[in-house]
């Protein structure tokens, strides 16, 4: 970070995100929007830059904005109910992970049954999607 003032276009800068995306944050009440100077733009603090930073990094691990807010509003010591939703977020990363084998093993048939050669005429995979009998 430089010594200039945090504008809204410097922060989204220096975090790697849209402004659009810092404005979304403050619509939603993720982020606090600073007063205006009379004389001048906005100037946000390290806080919400740490704050952005914090969000992002819990959306890369899977966690929706609803489960951010969540997880702002506990805080740092309430350990207990932060693990708790980790470990709710960790059962859906399951649940997923179940439904993406399925959805590749049923590929994988389809896609064996197309080598296969033995359906001159139509095409396996066309059929099965046309006919929804996955």
Not at 9 to 32: D, F, K, M, P, S
Not at 63 to 75: D, H, N, Q, T
């Amino acid at each position: 970070m430089t010594n200039k003032p945090l504008t809204i276009g410097r922060l989204a800068r220096t975090l790697g995100v849209n402004v659009e995306t810092v404005r979304y944050y403050q619509r939603v009440g993720l982020v606090n929007e600073p007063d205006r100077p009379l004389s001048g733009y906005r100037v946000y603090s390290m806080e919400v830059a740490d704050r952005i930073r914090f969000i992002k990094r819990a959306q890369r691990l899977g966690f929706s904005l609803r489960e951010i807010a969540k997880l702002l509003e506990l805080g740092d010591g309430h350990c207990d109910d932060v693990r708790e939703q980790a470990e709710k977020r960790r059962e859906q990363i399951d649940a997923q992970i179940s439904d993406l084998e399925a959805m590749r093993s049923a590929l994988d048939r389809l896609i064996e049954e197309c080598q296969t050669g033995k359906h001159r005429g139509h095409c396996p995979i066309v059929e099965t999607l046309a006919n929804s009998t996955l």
